[in-house]
């Protein structure tokens, strides 16, 4: 599997969520600029993997995001077209792709750059004759049976006369990466794993994880709590024999931040203390106040806001610890009436989600049942 006298390299991001109401695209933008600068290290890469939801929700023109996420897409296709790295755009969740990867394609037209780039929204199977390997690729809720999906997969293979594939690019969870309590449809990993021969890059889950051979690399930056981790993506050498391959995990170290500092049980002298040990951190660093209902903080909020006016704020209101454990009663914020269509409730539902205490798994899965009713 030997690639012009070398080993094989390749990059795999997923989940970078441009358009994201609460992480500035212009910021992730800046950082995808720097994670793959056009450079001598960037240009060892023989392909890049993009593994679905690269866009948050649907953008329209007047969207400045629009013309920010353009200018990179058409940049980051000169620099492969340069450096001929191969492209590969698979579509995400429905509710958030939305089908706008053929930005690639038409940008890669129109740019004149001829990036041997293809966008994927079908579970199908490719083979890359250059490298020499097939690959499979998994669009999310292909269909809501994974068994069935499974068993289309199964098809595909025979249709195309393998036992296995080389690589498969996925989007999408596996059983293992749901808390034991959350029965929802997920795809089994052992299927998976005996029917590819290297590597499986997964999309979706937007915590970053390996096991076995499946490659998770979470999400590229932040858009919520709950996400303290690091962030960032995957580069892989595979070696013919694979008893060398080399798998690095870059972390994006600029990823937005989002805090949540504990100031129960803590005087109004003791938070401002607290406070004043982040004011270092970045602009549009998320920082969220854990505290009780009687908190004098709660009711000096207008000055934490006006003290350290870059960041933004808001409280998790929390009842006192009751043998050890607490419980959220709610979040303050104020209010501000917002028209609600179709076209952005489902937005709007999960930026409030965004601020509960919820498993990032749990609330992804949420919005893909809500996208379905609406």
Not at 11 to 31: E, F, K, M, Y
Not at 83 to 109: A, M, Y
Not at 186 to 198: A, D, F, Q
Not at 276 to 281: G, L, M, S, V
Request: proline share 3%; glycine share 6%; with cysteine.
């Amino acid at each position: 599997m030997a690639y012009k006298g070398k080993h094989l390299k390749m990059a795999s991001i997923s989940d970078i969520h441009l358009g994201h109401s609460n992480t500035p695209t212009v910021d992730v933008i800046a950082r995808l600029r720097e994670t793959f600068r056009d450079c001598d290290e960037t240009g060892e890469l023989d392909i890049i993997w993009l593994a679905g939801d690269i866009f948050d929700k649907l953008l329209f023109f007047p969207d400045n995001n629009v013309h920010e996420l353009q200018l990179w897409i058409n940049d980051f296709l000169r620099m492969c077209s340069k450096r001929d790295i191969v492209v590969r755009v698979l579509e995400g969740t429905p509710s958030h792709d939305r089908g706008q990867g053929k930005h690639f394609v038409t940008i890669n037209s129109l740019g004149g750059h001829n990036v041997d780039l293809k966008y994927v929204d079908t579970l199908s199977i490719e083979y890359i004759k250059r490298f020499d390997i097939n690959v499979l690729y998994v669009p999310d809720e292909w269909d809501h049976d994974p068994n069935v999906t499974w068993e289309s997969v199964c098809g595909l293979l025979q249709q195309h006369g393998l036992d296995k594939v080389d690589y498969a690019i996925m989007h999408g969870q596996f059983e293992y990466h749901l808390p034991e309590h959350l029965k929802l449809p997920s795809h089994e990993s052992k299927r998976y794993l005996s029917i590819v021969k290297r590597y499986i890059f997964i999309g979706h889950i937007h915590l970053t994880s390996i096991v076995e051979r499946i490659l998770t690399a979470g999400s590229f930056d932040r858009i919520c709590h709950n996400e303290e981790g690091p962030k960032g993506h995957f580069r892989v050498q595979v070696s013919d024999d694979g008893k060398h391959d080399k798998i690095t995990f870059v972390e994006n170290k600029q990823a937005t931040k989002y805090i949540t500092i504990n100031c129960m049980e803590v005087s109004i002298e003791g938070v401002w203390e607290r406070l004043a040990e982040y004011k270092e951190y970045p602009a549009n660093s998320h920082f969220r106040l854990q505290c009780t209902k009687d908190s004098e903080i709660r009711h000096s909020m207008s000055e934490v806001k006006e003290r350290y006016p870059l960041f933004h704020w808001k409280l998790k209101i929390t009842a006192q610890e009751t043998d050890g454990q607490t419980a959220t009663t709610g979040l303050v914020d104020k209010f501000v009436a917002t028209e609600i269509s179709p076209g952005n409730i489902c937005a709007l539902v999960q930026e409030k989600l965004n601020a509960q205490e919820l498993d990032s798994r749990v609330l992804q899965r949420t919005m893909l049942l809500l996208d379905k009713v609406i």
